[in-house]
């Protein structure tokens, strides 16, 4: 297909070709998708009231390689800090420091929906948003 690479993205969950989208990198075999750091800071100031910063807690180095560069990633936490507090959301992701942050499927969603709780405190928007971005990404898979 004229859309893949093999060759330059390979998806780091299962070894599938993936696509480019915009500045993203799509697995259509295992719904994975890899985001640059830039773009997750962006999603997350988006759709978090009051976002501040972001940080990760790295556990250690994975068995999984960025499908940008092939460095083995580091296995992580996200630390999202707004204001005075912080949430940490659960799924653990798995990052390459130079080109982003690899989220198997359903880990955005999780990610974006612990931001939106942490600065909205009934969270209903918050989690239609999750559901929203999930619907949206899986329409644009064909």
């Not at 420091?97 to 709780?117: I, M, N, Q, S």
Request: charge should be negative; include cysteine; hydrophobic fraction near 45%.
């Amino acid at each position: 297909m004229p859309y893949r690479d093999a060759d330059m993205f390979q998806c780091p969950a299962c070894g599938e070709a993936m696509r480019a989208y915009i500045e993203r990198l799509c697995c259509d075999a295992c719904t994975g998708i890899f985001i640059g750091l830039e773009d997750l800071t962006a999603a997350l100031d988006d759709h978090a009231l009051g976002m501040g910063t972001i940080a990760f807690r790295d556990a250690a180095v994975g068995a999984r390689g960025c499908p940008r560069c092939r460095a083995p990633m580091t296995t992580c936490h996200l630390v999202a800090v707004f204001g005075e507090g912080s949430a940490l959301p659960a799924p653990e992701l798995d990052r390459c420091a130079k080109h982003g942050v690899w989220f198997d499927v359903g880990e955005l969603a999780k990610v974006l929906e612990a931001a939106r709780h942490a600065t909205e405190p009934d969270g209903v928007a918050g989690a239609a948003f999750a559901r929203a971005i999930v619907e949206l990404w899986e329409s644009g898979k064909s």
